[in-house]
């Protein structure tokens, strides 16, 4: 069991992907054959995957969920920001050049619409949780946006921990319902090509959501929809700690 230790310890980001790859597999085969598809393998696979980190975090006493478990530390280095950034390229790469340039105008006015919407929908709800001060109030509606853009701007303008944590917990909630109710309305929308995906990915900005809902939709469509999708998180934490803060301090103080 030593030597096995070792091995693991050793191989860390593979023993990772061994880990993401057998809780896809198991939760995409769940949804198959029990749920009959109705809810995306990826959705339970992303809730489990919430869960066990929680469940890791306080068994090993520590912040980063199953990589805080010492044969489980690889998946610090699989869940950073370099493989998730990869991730998104990888997905965009796949995208016609030629169908994105017919659906700019299309996807910047969705880009717009989606962060706006978002950000004072999670300002509203900051308010009715008795928050008052403009720097919480936008991290956040930051965070309604997405679990990226709510830590990038509370960092920015200084929020207390609480309310960045409460931030990225508004933004998960977010990807989760996304990713959920993606294919059961995307009938009823019309999210059935290119042109609609990318308003999708713009209107609803969270890649990880908008990838693993097209991917249960059409996998024809996630290019599309990840390409704005990821625009929307750059936009976002341009747009919330700078033009957004100010508009929302005009407004309260």
């Not at 308010?127 to 990226?148: H, K, P, Q």
């Not at 701007?153 to 960045?164: D, K, Y």
């Amino acid at each position: 069991m030593n030597e096995l230790a070792q091995v693991i310890g050793k191989n860390g980001l593979i023993v990772a992907f061994l880990v993401v790859g057998i809780l896809t597999w198991l939760c995409d085969l769940f949804s198959k054959k029990i749920l009959n598809a109705r809810i995306p393998g990826s959705a339970i696979a992303i809730f489990l995957a919430l869960v066990f980190g929680y469940l890791g975090g306080v068994w090993a006493g520590g912040e980063k969920g199953l990589a805080d478990l010492p044969l489980l530390q690889g998946l610090s280095l699989l869940g950073g920001s370099m493989f998730r950034d990869f991730a998104i390229v990888a997905t965009a790469i796949g995208a016609s050049f030629v169908l994105i340039r017919k659906s700019g105008l299309l996807g910047l006015i969705s880009l717009i619409l989606g962060i706006g919407i978002f950000f004072f929908s999670g300002v509203a709800l900051g308010w009715v949780m008795g928050y008052r001060d403009v720097i919480s109030l936008c991290t956040i509606g930051a965070g309604a946006c997405t679990y990226i853009v709510g830590p990038v701007t509370g960092g920015a303008l200084g929020a207390s921990s609480e309310v960045i944590a409460l931030s990225i917990g508004t933004g998960v909630v977010k990807t989760i319902a996304v990713t959920i109710l993606t294919p059961i309305f995307a009938k009823t929308i019309a999210l059935d090509n290119p042109g609609a995906a990318m308003a999708f990915g713009g209107i609803m900005g969270t890649s990880s959501g908008v990838a693993a809902g097209l991917a249960a939709t059409d996998p024809k469509l996630v290019p599309y929809g990840a390409v704005t999708a990821t625009f929307y998180t750059g936009l976002g934490c341009l747009l919330c700690p700078s033009l957004f803060y100010l508009l929302l301090k005009m407004l309260l103080e």
